[in-house]
């Protein structure tokens, strides 16, 4: 078993930046692909952004490409994301996940963290 907990987020104003991390615990990090995805209110979850497990392929959504950058540190167990320029349509509950090597979907998942970007 995986465990996986975000934090970081909170409330910043448009234009400012967050940074969320999410910790691995249970289970070796490395061989896992880590993503970041998200969810509005009435809106399903969706991608963000994701990396392999030794960070050579980095996969954006259209909508942060540019502002969000993601990162991971297999030391640590750790996976971030930086967030820039934020806009009021970031706002949402960011959740991180881990998705082993040949898996077709995500296979763990965190509990979520509250990004809120007033304008």
């Known amino acids: 078993q995986m465990h996986l907990v975000e934090s970081g987020g909170g409330l910043v104003q448009a234009g400012g930046s967050l940074r969320l991390s999410c910790a691995v615990s249970?289970?070796?990090?490395?061989?896992?692909?880590m993503g970041w995805f998200r969810q509005a209110p009435g809106k399903e979850r969706g991608f963000v952004a994701s990396?392999?497990?030794?960070?050579?392929?980095?996969i954006y959504a259209d909508s942060v490409k540019g502002r969000f950058t993601i990162s991971r540190d297999n030391v640590k167990n750790t996976v971030s994301l930086q967030m820039n320029s934020l806009k009021p349509e970031d706002t949402a509950v960011y959740y991180c996940?881990?998705?082993?090597?040949?898996?077709?979907?995500?296979?763990?998942w965190g509990q979520g963290t509250q990004v809120t970007v007033s304008s």
């Open positions: 996940a881990a998705r082993a090597s040949g898996s077709s979907g995500y296979n763990y």
């Open positions: 249970g289970r070796t990090f490395s061989g896992y692909s």
């Open positions: 990396l392999t497990w030794n960070a050579g392929i980095r």
